[in-house]
């Protein structure tokens, strides 16, 4: 069974430029989840997609980041414009109804 | 609301040696517990997870957990360390019937020569 795939794996930009990351998640997963991680912490949830409609989004920056899955499947992730604290390394996971969630390899962000 | 604490941000540990990682959580009502482990550059992979029943859960890589409802704790432990045990792990803890996973800080296991 394949993975959860996410690309690109690294990005570099400057500060007020925006950037999107892609998801797809494993196949018949009806759940999907954002993550950011700054490094040395935890992952915190940035949005929750059920199929095509959103869970939560109440820790996603909406002034600058977005978020859309178009026909339950795959995802994307913008953010417009980014700031110096959005380097982080964005984590896309899927789950199942076993409470279990799948990681993909996640796309480090870098802002200069 | 619901809190993970991983109580050591670092554990060395040489080679062979057990090993536990600490992990308290703050919740009034039943929960589910994971431990999930990040190799570098790599995303999250499950370890193992307490969703109910026996409260020793065992997982993969010779990894076990055991679920403390009195003491709010999902320890972490392994009976014999290997270098490639060296990653970062982390606890997370998901309230009842919610599907938002929250994170500890993660523990850095190093595994020493």
Request: charged share 15%.
């Given at each position: 069974?394949?993975?959860?795939a996410?690309?690109?794996?690294?990005k570099?930009?400057?500060?007020?430029?925006?950037?999107?990351f892609?998801?797809?998640?494993i196949?018949?997963?009806?759940?999907?989840?954002w993550?950011?991680?700054i490094?040395?912490?935890g992952?915190?949830?940035?949005?929750?997609f059920?199929?095509?409609?959103?869970?939560?989004?109440?820790?996603l920056?909406?002034?600058?980041f977005?978020?859309?899955?178009?026909?339950?499947?795959?995802?994307?992730?913008k953010?417009?414009?980014?700031?110096?604290?959005d380097?982080a390394v964005?984590?896309?996971?899927?789950?199942?109804?076993?409470?279990?969630?799948?990681?993909?390899?996640?796309?480090?962000?870098?802002?200069? | 609301?619901q809190s993970?604490?991983q109580?050591?941000?670092?554990?060395?540990?040489?080679?062979?040696?057990?090993?536990?990682?600490?992990?308290n959580?703050?919740?009034?009502?039943?929960?589910?517990?994971?431990?999930?482990v990040?190799?570098?550059?790599?995303?999250?992979q499950?370890?193992?997870?307490?969703?109910?029943?026996?409260t020793l859960v065992?997982?993969i890589?010779?990894?076990?957990?055991e679920?403390?409802?009195s003491?709010?704790?999902f320890?972490?432990?392994?009976p014999?360390v290997?270098?490639?045990?060296t990653?970062?792990?982390?606890?997370?803890?998901?309230?009842g019937?919610a599907?938002?996973l929250?994170?500890?800080?993660?523990?850095q296991?190093?595994?020493?020569?």
């Amino acid at each position: 069974e394949a993975g959860v795939a996410q690309s690109p794996r690294y990005k570099i930009i400057e500060k007020r430029q925006s950037v999107a990351f892609w998801c797809n998640p494993i196949s018949g997963h009806a759940t999907l989840y954002w993550y950011q991680q700054i490094l040395g912490q935890g992952p915190k949830l940035l949005i929750q997609f059920q199929n095509n409609g959103v869970v939560d989004d109440s820790q996603l920056p909406k002034d600058r980041f977005s978020a859309e899955r178009l026909k339950g499947v795959d995802s994307t992730l913008k953010i417009q414009p980014a700031k110096l604290e959005d380097s982080a390394v964005y984590l896309c996971a899927s789950g199942t109804e076993t409470y279990e969630q799948y990681f993909g390899p996640g796309t480090r962000l870098t802002v200069t | 609301a619901q809190s993970v604490t991983q109580l050591d941000s670092q554990v060395p540990v040489f080679e062979e040696a057990p090993v536990e990682l600490r992990c308290n959580y703050s919740s009034s009502v039943s929960v589910y517990l994971f431990w999930y482990v990040q190799y570098p550059n790599q995303g999250l992979q499950l370890l193992l997870k307490y969703l109910s029943g026996s409260t020793l859960v065992k997982g993969i890589n010779g990894f076990e957990a055991e679920f403390n409802k009195s003491q709010t704790s999902f320890h972490l432990r392994k009976p014999s360390v290997h270098i490639s045990d060296t990653a970062e792990y982390f606890c997370a803890v998901r309230l009842g019937s919610a599907r938002q996973l929250t994170f500890g800080s993660g523990t850095q296991l190093t595994v020493l020569p």
